[in-house]
Antibody, heavy 122, light 108 residues
Framework: EVQLVESGGGLVQPGGSLRLSCVAS????????MAWVRQAPGKGLEWVAV????????YYVDSVKGRFTISRDNAKNSLYLQMDSLRADDTAVYYC???????????????WGQGTLVTVSS | EIVLTQSPATLSLSPGESATLSCRAS??????LAWYQQKPGQAPRLLIY???TRATGIPVRFSGSRFGTDFTLTISSLEPEDFAVYYC??????????FGGGTKVEIK
C-alpha cells in the first residue's frame, strides 16, 4: 500500500522558515517524480514544486521561486520542501504527491499524503 | 498561463441523479486534463486523467469527455459518497500546471 506521510508544518512568523518532510513507503520512491501541492484554507489546489526521480530537475510555481526549495533523499525515501521568507499567503495545507507512473513526467497525482498545515502569522 | 474555468460552482442533486460538471480551458490543453475528487478534511483523489481514462479503482459511473477546450466529468448515478468537491487540472504547458476553481456537488 502506498503511503505518504508529511510532517513539519506549524505556526511561523512572516519572513520565517520551515522545512516540510514527506516519508514514502509502499513503492519504489526513486523511480517517481514527486510534487508538493498546497491548498489555502477554504480555497482550491495550487501546485508548488516538482522534482525528478534523481533530483536533477526541479520546477516551481512563480509565486515561490527563489523562496522555496524542493529536494529528496532516495536512500531515506523522503521528500522535502524548504520554505524561506514565508508570507501570509503561503498559509495552506501542504500535500506531498506522487506522479501517476514511474519513470516519466505525467503530472497527474495518483497518491497524496494527508497534508500538513503551515500557518504564517505574527 | 492557461486558465481552467469550472462550472457550475455548486451543483445540488439527489442520490441516483446524474451529475455533469464542466471545465473549460482558456486555450488548447490537448487531452492533458485530469479530474480529482476531494472530501472535507481529505486529500484529493485522482478520478480521470488524459481527459477520459479512469484511474485505478475508480467506479465506472465516473466518466470524462472532451470537446475542443471543453471537458466534462459525468457521474452517471450519484452515490452518497460522491458528494464532494471536484477539481480539474491540466498539464499541457509544462513547466506550468493549474487547477480549476472547483465544483461542489451537494445533496439537494
Amino acid at each position: 500500500e502506498v503511503q505518504l506521510v508529511e510532517s513539519g508544518g506549524g505556526l511561523v512568523q512572516p519572513g520565517g522558515s520551515l522545512r516540510l518532510s514527506c516519508v514514502a513507503s509502499g513503492f519504489t520512491f526513486s523511480t517517481y517524480w514527486m510534487a508538493w501541492v498546497r491548498q489555502a484554507p477554504g480555497k482550491g489546489l495550487e501546485w508548488v514544486a516538482v522534482i525528478k526521480q534523481d533530483g536533477s530537475e526541479e520546477y516551481y510555481v512563480d509565486s515561490v521561486k527563489g523562496r522555496f526549495t524542493i529536494s529528496r533523499d532516495n536512500a531515506k525515501n523522503s521528500l522535502y520542501l524548504q520554505m524561506d521568507s514565508l508570507r501570509a499567503d503561503d498559509t495552506a495545507v501542504y500535500y506531498c504527491a506522487r506522479d501517476l507512473k514511474p519513470g516519466i513526467l505525467l503530472l497527474y497525482f495518483q497518491d497524496w499524503g494527508q497534508g500538513t498545515l503551515v500557518t504564517v502569522s505574527s | 498561463e492557461i486558465v481552467l474555468t469550472q462550472s457550475p460552482a455548486t451543483l445540488s442533486l439527489s442520490p441516483g441523479e446524474s451529475a455533469t460538471l464542466s471545465c473549460r480551458a482558456s486555450q488548447s490543453v490537448s487531452n492533458y486534463l485530469a479530474w480529482y475528487q476531494q472530501k472535507p478534511g481529505q486529500a484529493p483523489r485522482l478520478l480521470i486523467y488524459d481527459a477520459s481514462t479512469r484511474a485505478t479503482g475508480i467506479p465506472v459511473r465516473f466518466s470524462g469527455s472532451r470537446f475542443g477546450t471543453d471537458f466534462t466529468l459525468t457521474i452517471s448515478s450519484l452515490e452518497p459518497e460522491d458528494f464532494a468537491v471536484y477539481y480539474c487540472q491540466h498539464r499541457s504547458n509544462w513547466p506550468g500546471l493549474t487547477f480549476g476553481g472547483g465544483t461542489k456537488v451537494e445533496i439537494k
